[in-house]
């Protein structure tokens, strides 16, 4: 049974709070076998990355395999079905044009006292992309991943997949194919993102890694950032349906469905206004999960993780959902626009009743990487500026660094920096 | 001497990587003891937080006192001379002014197919901000924090400062007062960055942390990461000066020794045209030196890890520089504008003879937290959107949805996640 709440119980708070902090990672503590790994891949290489991924992956990879052939790329994507390459392209094209939009511009002004200030954006010369193997291998994430990075103007992309026990997923490289992508390495877990950070003898170092992995995967870049820049340390998806009596219970129901057969953490919370809705949603979950082949899964999320929260107000449920903090959250109100202002935490919104989250996990146009554990209170999903960088620039004519002399040499004064302000008084001193 | 190449010499490449690969910070393994900090908060709030302060601070706090009080704040501040506040509120001026022409703007739109997209900008809740004790305390870094976040409209900002053997340092209380602080706390260290994550009965917690500290705060923000958002971790501070015959030595010498007198592995590295001037520079560097009230720190730095690289063309300084991706770039020329297109990795470019990288600390108004230790391969100064995140926005309508259903349901399919589709179908038979 998912845990069922009403915000007028007198226990409410406490235990919105539990929900709240409910742990849904495990977090085995693989600091230091993670260490370990890139400490071994920074010494040894490509053979410490074949050894570990043989090890790991129980295949039998050499430096010289870890690479995918520009052939067995091609072999493998023209197994994919002529409609999902049709189906893939169209995600592609869709993804491209919306973040093609996200492009910053450059901006260079000068002020009133002749002083040139500004920023320059520039993309990151090198991307590696983590894309998981086994069951979360997704075609999908790799486009999410490596079109705003195209977009942003990245150079070079370089992929790694796991192949357990040698299997490839052939849509995988497909996508990769699709999005331009011919750098591909058949490796996973901390070796992998190791060998990106520190590069080998045949894997040049990369700038930034993206991309969702497991706990050796997350700790890996954690330890890693600095040396390269990371994307956000992904956990489990969720999703927040907001309803009123509007609703449809049979989408909703399928709504919180489909994120529940995520499984691993993954959590579904509907919060509505119209408790015989809640009803009727409880009761339409059961009854589809049982029309679902792979049932189990979604099952065990729904009835450990979901919850259904009645509340007064859909200003009450916009309280509830800033709190979350939720990484979607579903509208299904005739107006979802009214209420949008008044959600300031999330990293998804997807309006009325005809949006249900998974459009926009393929083929909406927006990315589908977004922040999840209550992280849309600091973080953003990932777009075409995680690609890029902004340099500033700054530029005095004599007369304005005259003007601004005097404050800046007294500050460095009290920051006990004198070479600072020597640097600029020298230069009135002509 | 600081090392001096020139990019004909034949072993070149081999004594430029040796200097881009120089080890700058001293990596002392903290992680365990900065964990055991951080559960020690987690578990026992204040009062651990006020032990652990005493113990490395050498005060004697208790929860009571762990905040400023304002009359406190206000009496400090009181004993800071006139000038230095005019100075101060000259800075902060120029910083707000210039940082809020970095605001995004939020952009919504609906494609051809009837699909709405787009991205809501919105701030961070609470922020909070650390500031070094002792040597490094900076009122300008106070500055260079907080004014970003009032920009963004950051609604709480909580300052952390150590007063190691209880010495408060009023410039930096003044600074926090000009930017609207009004929630500081005498603390710092790990425990400082364990409470702003975490949150204790006296410190609530916040959603992002951010600014410089030694290796225990690097290692405590790396660690908290993902529990709330942090900046980038800050490293020893760079400059390097691009300059041709046109450059004046004494300047060029000035702002070298201006970023060798950080100390702490703070480099300065000129590139030049000109052989005749790099003499100069060499020389000039050891005259000023020896007019530096507190030299030893910066003749350390600049005979440690200084460099004067000499090379044929401005062209090649400019792909040295990308090489290196330094925090501070400055360019020396008559005609800086020309030379920076060529620039793509930097923290900050700073154009012509009159604008030395101290300008920038100060008044400039551009932000002084820029991307260290090549980082700025990756990453942006700091900037209003550090405190701001992207919620992203999709809506469909019956037909948008009818339109995209079947590639979503085809992607879903290979995805082998059944419920994603359903959530699409179940909405086309009505």
Known sequence: MPLRLDSAQVDF????????????????????????????????????????TNRFDRTSLTPDTLAFGAEEIARAAAEVPDHVRAALQTAHDRIRVHHEKQKPEDHVYTDALGVTLGARWTAVDAVGIYVPGGLASYPSSVLMNAVPARVAGVGRIAMVVPTP????????????????????????????????????????????????????????????????????????????????????????????????????????????????????????????????PKQQLARDGWEELGAIIIVASLDEAAGLANRIASEHVEIATDAPEELVPKIRHAGAIFLGHHTPEAIGDYVGGSNHVLPTARSARFASGLGVLDFMKRTSLLGCTPSALSALAEPAVTIAGVEDLDGHGRSISIRLNR
């Open 13 to 52: 708070e406490q235990l919105f709070a539990g929900l709240l902090g409910a742990k849904r990672e495990s977090s085995k503590d693989v600091n230091d076998a993670v260490a370990a790994i890139i400490a071994d891949v920074r010494a040894r290489g490509d053979v410490a990355v074949a050894e570990l």
């Open 165 to 292: 026990d040698g299997a490839i997923n052939p849509t995988v490289l497909a996508a990769a194919q699709i999005a331009g992508i011919t750098e591909i390495y058949r490796i996973g877990g901390a070796q992998a993102v190791a060998a990106l950070a520190y590069g080998t003898a045949s894997i040049p170092r990369v700038d930034k890694i993206t991309g969702p992995g497991n706990a050796f995967v997350a700790t890996a870049k954690r330890q890693v950032f600095g040396q390269v820049g990371i994307d956000m340390i992904a956990g489990p998806s969720e999703v927040l349906v907001i309803a009123d009596s509007s609703a449809n219970p049979s989408w909703v129901a399928a709504d919180l469905i489909a994120q529940a057969e995520h499984g691993a953490g993954a959590q579904s919370i509907l919060v509505t206004t119209d408790a015989r809705l809640a009803d009727a949603v409880e009761r339409e979950v059961d009854r589809q999960l049982s029309l679902l």
